[in-house]
């Protein structure tokens, strides 16, 4: 772990960070969620805080976290919510960091009233693809501005976790993207992180366990050489 005399090396700058799980409405009481905690977004909003950035975090849904001290919170619901806050604070930043779970697809029509049950089997739930909010931010990114993103894989009959993170940062146009290997327990809901961080000129960093808040700074050690 680091010691608590954390380099200000990101004074003066301004950085937008997004965590948690975005929820999608299907009825005035229902939504389609994730299990996203938002604690890893949190730690990186809190460490760029504690290396001297001006901070945005636009928050999803969250387990019950404190708001990290001298950051500026923004809440969001939806995907589209988290879009239009992602955006409007990318503005004039120096760096953005995706790290939401959003919802890759919503459903199609909010029903204005609660579904009735009724008898028998319900129809199928129709959905529509979300935005893609990382994809957004790159084609928006302003000259000199870092644009990293989050991406949880598995291996499958194709290729290993990290050839699917290769190929999403090339997919997704980014700077950085930290690739987690999920699976057996993984990453999702547990207190440690590992996996490898990926820049767009070809650097591959494998990032040994570790907290949330170490992650943090491999990832601003590795945004503050770009700036
Ligand atoms: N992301 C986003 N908007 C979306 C979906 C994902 O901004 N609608 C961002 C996430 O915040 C993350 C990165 O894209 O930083 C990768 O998310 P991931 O879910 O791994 O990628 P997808 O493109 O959705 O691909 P898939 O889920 O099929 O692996
Ligand atoms: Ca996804």
Redesign the pocket.
């Known amino acids: 772990e680091r010691g608590d005399a954390l380099p200000r090396d990101l004074s003066g700058r301004r950085v937008v960070v997004?965590a948690g799980g975005t929820r999608e409405a299907l009825d005035p009481v229902r939504y389609l969620g994730n299990r996203s905690s938002g604690r890893q977004g949190y730690a990186i909003a809190r460490v760029a805080a504690q290396r001297g950035a001006a901070v945005t975090l636009v928050a999803g849904h969250t387990a019950d976290l404190a708001d990290p001290a001298a950051v500026d919170v923004v809440r969001a619901g939806s995907?589209r919510e988290m879009r239009d806050a992602m955006r409007a604070a990318a503005k004039g930043s120096d760096a953005v960091v995706?790290?939401?779970a959003?919802a890759?697809f919503r459903p199609v029509a909010l029903v204005d009233h609660k579904i009735k049950k009724g008898s028998g089997d319900p129809e199928p739930l129709a959905l529509t693809v979300?935005?893609?909010?990382?994809v957004e931010l790159v084609q928006a990114r302003e000259p000199g501005q870092i644009v990293a993103?989050?991406?949880?894989e598995t291996g499958d009959a194709t290729g290993d976790a990290l050839h699917h993170g290769r190929a999403?940062l090339a997919r997704?146009g980014c700077d950085l993207l930290i690739v987690n290997a999920v699976g057996d327990g993984k990453a999702f809901e547990v207190a440690d992180n590992s996996g490898w961080l990926l820049g767009a000129d070809g650097s591959e960093t494998e990032l040994g366990s570790g907290s949330k808040a170490l992650l943090a700074s491999y990832l601003w050690d590795a945004v503050a050489a770009r700036l």
């Open positions: 997004s995907a995706m790290n939401a959003v890759d979300n935005p893609d909010i990382l993103g989050f991406a949880a999403k997704k």
